[in-house]
């Protein structure tokens, strides 16, 4: 298999180039975890895997939103790692944002495209900021 001008290759790469984004704010949210919520899970009977689903997961929610946003933003729009690995066969928004911009001069069309990728990207960001609200009215009324 070949490593380079396939989508897999793109893919991998785009993984290793993000997977920071996501791990960081995931660890950041796990650290300050209270490791006795595992124990009473245990204590009360659940295993490892139940105690993974019904504790770690809820409570790392943030965490894992926050990194999947960071992720998702900028991999949308990229655009070196699809034409360095992918080569001329992957196609990307990104990718052909570039293109009609550069190659075809279509200014028009890649501007109408750039503004519904950005509606596109807005909607996850606003949705985020709902539940950060609802999360802080919540934790306020207590």
């Known amino acids: 298999m ?13 993984v290793y180039c993000y997977l920071p984004f996501l791990v960081l704010p995931l660890y950041a949210t796990l650290i300050k975890l209270d490791p006795i919520l595992n124990d009473a ?4 009977g659940a295993t490892p895997v139940k ?25 949308v729009g990229e655009v070196v790692v699809p034409q360095i690995m992918g080569g001329l066969n992957s ?16 200014w028009g069309m890649s501007a109408a495209m750039s503004v519904i990728l950005l509606i596109i990207l807005v909607i996850p960001v606003i949705w985020m900021q709902k539940i950060q609200q609802r999360q802080a009215k919540a934790s306020g009324s207590l």
């Open 2 to 14: 070949a490593l380079l001008y396939n989508n897999f290759s793109m893919y991998l790469g785009m």
């Open 41 to 44: 899970a245990a204590d009360l």
């Open 51 to 75: 105690t993974f689903f019904k504790v770690t997961l809820p409570l790392s929610m943030p965490g894992l939103i926050a990194g999947s946003l960071l992720v998702f933003i900028p991999a």
């Open 91 to 106: 196609v990307m928004i990104g990718s052909v944002i570039w293109e009609q911009f550069f190659t075809a001069n279509n």
